[in-house]
């Protein structure tokens, strides 16, 4: 009996040596392997910080994925989004990945993907009496700065944008958040996933106007005189990760539609 006993024991420990040779090999392995560093801004549910201070969120995941497919293991640092281009040039980042438009930037970066689309839309608090973006004139509004949504209003990219009387610019959305609970701004405008992030959790408190402010593909920029064999490669692995369900698989966990957010479909 005492000799059964040993020999489970033994195979136990076996056991518990082989998956921790294993563990350490496959960490010894993905050390070997070339880095890429990955530059990101603060942006839930797309680029973000646990509790653990690990870094997490949609296109951080989607970077690992696809990261692992190319070969490479990633390093990821949060960059100042109105100096993405000189870490760019510079070397210091080798990619923006952090919900990017290819549409509003496309002459300034060699790109992969596009890997997701997404809207930008406008929230009201639930007591506004604004219901549509003509509403919004003579208003005030908050977005990120160095975004899209900056751009939108302060340029008026179309007839529909309304002259607002006042554009709040914050360094990060959960700033742009703050300042419509707190009633600093009549709205705020933004990608509607990271929007959605905030507003969930407040049930009938915030609304959605009902319309796209704009449409967007994301996509991962490279400097301009860039990799373009490395961006290619990843453009066909982005490619596969949404035929083959991974990407769809990682957005749904943040609550996004798939078909609207990997395909482009209608709302």
């Known amino acids: 009996m005492k000799h059964r006993i040993s020999a489970v024991i033994a195979c136990i420990l076996a056991g518990v040596l082989l998956t921790a040779c294993s563990l350490e090999s496959a960490k010894t392995e993905e050390k070997t392997l070339p880095k890429i560093t990955i530059g990101g801004a603060i942006y839930k549910p797309y680029f973000y910080k646990d509790v653990e201070e ?20 990633p390093v990821f640092k949060e960059i100042d989004l109105g100096q993405r281009k ?34 930008r839309v406008v929230v009201v608090r639930g007591d506004s009496d604004v219901t549509r973006l003509a509403d919004l004139k003579g208003r005030s509004i908050a977005v990120q700065s160095n975004s899209t949504s900056e751009k939108i209003f302060m340029k008026r990219v179309n007839h529909q944008i309304p002259e ?28 509607e996933g990271a929007l959605l992030v905030y507003t969930q959790d407040y049930p009938g408190q915030y609304r959605y106007l009902d319309m796209t402010l704009h449409q967007a593909k994301l996509g991962v920029a490279f400097a301009k005189n860039g990799d373009e064999k ?38």
């Open 54 to 73: 690990n870094y997490t969120g949609i296109d951080v995941e989607l970077a690992k994925e696809a990261c692992a497919r190319l070969g490479y293991r």
């Open 86 to 119: 000189e870490l760019l040039q510079s070397g210091k980042i080798d990619c923006m990945w952090s919900c990017f438009s290819i549409d509003d930037n496309n002459d300034d970066y060699l790109w992969a993907g596009p890997y997701l689309y997404s809207r």
């Open 164 to 191: 607002v009387s006042r554009i709040a610019s914050y360094r990060t959305f959960g700033e742009v958040f703050t300042a419509l609970r707190k009633g600093y701004v009549d709205a705020i405008a933004g990608h």
């Open 230 to 267: 490395l961006a290619g490669r990843l453009t066909t692995v982005l490619n596969e990760m949404s035929e083959d369900g991974t990407t769809g698989n990682i957005i749904e966990k943040y609550g996004l539609d798939v078909d609207r957010n990997v395909y482009g479909g209608a709302d």
